[in-house]
């Protein structure tokens, strides 16, 4: 079975520092990118952040680039986001999942979501 | 790339016949994908490459579309569906969400 398991959430005052951990099984892990979507008390979602299989390729969202670094170890089959500089918009419950690729009649269909874990919430308050 | 849902809200009972529109600001072709989310729960992915079920989501969903407008259809809502309901574009990067469409209980 393919699970998800985030940790490392938690209260931190502005412009502290937060890593958060995810903790994958149950399938190739070093075969996905891995992504971080983030959801606002109260809001919608917003990707964060993704890291290739391999590593070597890492993206932001443009509000948190230059103050998060996602990272991975697939020995250990985990995937971490070092969250540095964090401000009160940082506020959400973050979400690790796993990035999925379909391709079919010749056109591959990507970075789409399946599955999440439960969440971990990141409170960015003095 | 920016996707509008419609509506933002929708009250409904147990039976109806659903429909929750998603528009694009480009064309996306068919690079779309739907989730649910319940309270307190994570999004599961109910539809993607616009028009695909999910292997474990039951036939009652459905989606269609291409372009720039996408609907996703519950053709008898059950209890269970009633939840919030998230398009999102796999066209280009980075991936966007929809600003979500809240299902209830009439």
């Known amino acids: 079975e393919v699970q998800i398991l985030e940790s490392g959430g938690g209260l931190v005052q502005p412009g502290g520092s937060l890593r958060l951990s995810c903790e994958a099984s149950?399938?190739?892990?070093?075969?996905?990118?891995m992504a971080w979507v983030r959801q606002a008390p109260g809001k919608g979602l917003e990707w964060v952040s993704a890291?290739?299989?391999?590593?070597?390729?890492?993206y932001y969202a443009d509000s948190v680039k230059g103050r998060f670094t996602i990272s991975r170890d697939n020995s250990k089959e985990m995937v971490y986001l070092q969250m540095n500089s964090l401000r009160g918009e940082d506020t959400a419950v973050y979400y690790c999942?796993?990035?999925?690729?379909?391709?079919?009649?010749?056109?591959?269909?990507?970075?789409?979501?399946?599955?999440w874990g439960q969440g971990t919430l990141v409170t960015v308050s003095s | 790339i920016q996707l509008t849902q419609s509506p933002s809200f929708l009250s409904a009972s147990v039976g109806d016949r659903v429909t929750i529109t998603c528009r694009a600001s480009?064309?996306?072709?068919?690079?779309l994908a739907w989730y649910q989310q319940k309270p307190g729960k994570a999004p599961k992915v109910l539809i993607y490459?616009?028009?695909i079920l999910q292997s474990g989501v039951p036939s009652r969903f459905s989606g269609s579309g291409s372009g720039t407008e996408f609907t996703l259809t519950i053709t008898s809502l059950q209890p269970e569906d009633f939840a919030t309901y998230y398009c999102?574009?796999?066209?280009?990067?980075?991936?966007?969400f929809g600003g979500g469409t809240k299902v209830e209980i009439k």
């Open positions: 999942a796993r990035d999925k690729i379909y391709c079919g009649g010749g056109t591959c269909y990507e970075h789409w979501f399946d599955p």
């Open positions: 149950g399938f190739i892990f070093g075969s996905f990118t």
């Open positions: 890291i290739s299989g391999s590593g070597d390729g890492t």
């Open positions: 480009q064309d996306i072709k068919y690079f």
């Open positions: 490459a616009a028009s």
């Open positions: 999102q574009q796999l066209n280009s990067f980075p991936p966007v």
